[in-house]
């Protein structure tokens, strides 16, 4: 069966620190992967999307960005973190662009 | 790009009540995800719809697909306290197709 890790489950860092975020999907290959952020407890927003290695969509401009090194591997970054990047980050993968998406646990990012 | 609305927002219940909540699109839309939010983690699919006028049951949940393909219901019978959480959904409708999510509704079931 597939599994989605993501971790760490909760951060706290000052502003203008770095940023790194990993999830990670076993059990299959070649998935869409995913960033959201959830603001809140509401809505998710798409920061970026991959559909295979190397290859990020960016959905909105921000102070985040994504790499995808390894088939499975989906990184969220940043060089210099603002307050208005705290809130929850969820990581998802599917199968095809717009199947049912599979969602890890979350990261809850607190910038002070 | 599509518009998506879930209402209510929020909903308070007594454990036993009935309860539906509704998601809406602005334009026609050829399937529907529903899926289920708990506190600090991240949300879980419920079901897929995508035949207009589609009826599917999941224990106490109903999940129906509009006949006009715009709009979908939960109804959730006797509600329980481990009913609680965000509900989502969620249609193809993004840029490249992606899905774009409703904000959804936050259900709380008092015991």
């Known amino acids: 069966s597939q599994t989605i890790h993501q971790w760490p489950a909760t951060l706290v860092q000052p502003v203008g620190s770095p940023l790194s975020l990993e999830c990670t999907v076993e059990g299959t290959s070649n998935p869409n992967l995913y960033w959201y952020r959830q603001a809140a407890g509401r809505g998710l927003q798409l920061l970026f999307y991959s559909v295979g290695i190397g290859q990020i969509s960016s959905e909105v401009p921000q102070n985040l960005s994504a790499s995808r090194p390894q088939d499975r591997q989906f990184i969220l970054s940043s060089k210099k973190l603002l307050l208005s990047d705290s809130g929850f980050y969820l990581c998802?993968?599917?199968?095809?662009?717009?199947?049912?998406?599979?969602f890890g646990d979350g990261t809850r990012l607190s910038i002070l | 790009t599509q518009l998506l609305e879930q209402s209510p927002q929020f909903l308070s219940i007594q454990e036993g009540e009935n309860l539906t909540v509704y998601c809406n699109s602005s334009s026609v839309f050829s399937s529907l995800q529903w899926y289920r939010q708990e506190p600090g983690e991240g949300p879980v699919l419920l079901v897929t719809?995508?035949?207009?006028?589609e009826v599917k049951k999941l224990k106490r949940l109903t999940f129906q697909f509009g006949d006009a393909r715009k709009d979908s219901s939960l109804h959730i019978t006797a509600a329980q306290p481990g009913d609680t959480g965000l509900y989502l959904c969620?249609?193809?409708?993004?840029?490249?197709?992606?899905?774009?999510f409703g904000k959804g509704t936050k259900l709380s079931v008092k015991p």
């Open positions: 969620a249609l193809e409708g993004g840029s490249q197709g992606n899905l774009i």
């Open positions: 998802a993968w599917s199968r095809d662009i717009n199947q049912p998406q599979h």
């Open positions: 719809v995508v035949t207009g006028g």
